[in-house]
T-cell receptor
């Protein structure tokens, strides 16, 4: 079974430029998460989707960040314009609602996109 | 107050020795889940093991086991017979409750280095 796929793996941009990250979750997983991870810290949730609906975006800085999951499968996270402080790893994860019903939900992560803003 | 506490920022362990990584948690929920993830230098967050709050047995997955002490609110990860490939960051995380607004709460991580 294929895992969570993310692209690109690395991205270097100059400040004020836009950037987009793409995520394809595990097949059949209807819950998708975007996290931000700063060096030496645990991940911080940015947004969670149930199918195509964003059910928790309270931590997403909406002035510059946006996300979409139009068909309830792939998702894109965008930053416009990027700032120096946005340099971090952006992780995508997915999980199954069926597992949550059993109380055994596990989030499976992609390899992440390491963003460097110069 | 910290909900997930990992008190060991870093650990050095000799290859083939057993390792215990500490994790304590704080919740008033009766239903919760505890997770351990491994993050090597490549960056991918790899799921290792899960323990539900109602599970009576400690979870085990191969060389990984979770020492779950509910009364003490601890969920330590034990790695038996450590290998060089075990060198990585290890994160403990907790999912509180069962409703649709749950999310994972993460600890700060422990950096484990296995010495040959």
């Amino acid at each position: 079974e294929a895992g969570v796929v993310q692209s690109p793996r690395y991205k270097i941009i100059e400040k004020k430029q836009p950037v987009a990250f793409w995520c394809n979750p595990i097949s059949g997983h209807n819950t998708l998460y975007w996290y931000l991870q700063n060096l030496g810290q645990g991940p911080e949730l940015l947004i969670r989707y149930e199918n195509e609906e964003a059910v928790d975006d309270s931590q997403l800085p909406k002035d510059r960040f946006s996300a979409e999951r139009l068909k309830g499968v792939d998702s894109t996270l965008k930053i416009q314009p990027a700032e120096l402080g946005d340099s971090a790893v952006y992780l995508c994860a997915s999980s199954s609602q069926e597992d949550r019903g059993r109380g055994t939900d596990t989030q499976y992560f992609g390899p992440g996109t390491r963003l460097t803003v110069l | 107050a910290q909900k997930i506490t990992q008190t060991q920022p870093g650990m050095f362990v000799q290859e083939k020795e057993a390792v215990t990584l500490d994790c304590t948690y704080d919740t008033s929920d009766q239903s919760y889940g505890l997770f351990w993830y491994k993050q090597p230098s490549s960056g991918e967050m790899i799921f290792l093991i899960y323990q539900g709050s109602y599970d009576e047995q400690n979870a085990t997955e191969g060389r990984y086991s979770l020492n779950f002490q509910k009364a003490r609110k601890s969920a330590n990860l034990v790695i038996s017979a450590s290998q060089l490939g075990d060198s990585a960051m290890y994160f403990c995380a907790m999912r509180e409750g069962m409703d649709s607004n749950y999310q994972l709460i993460w600890g700060a991580g422990t950096k484990l280095i296995i010495k040959p």
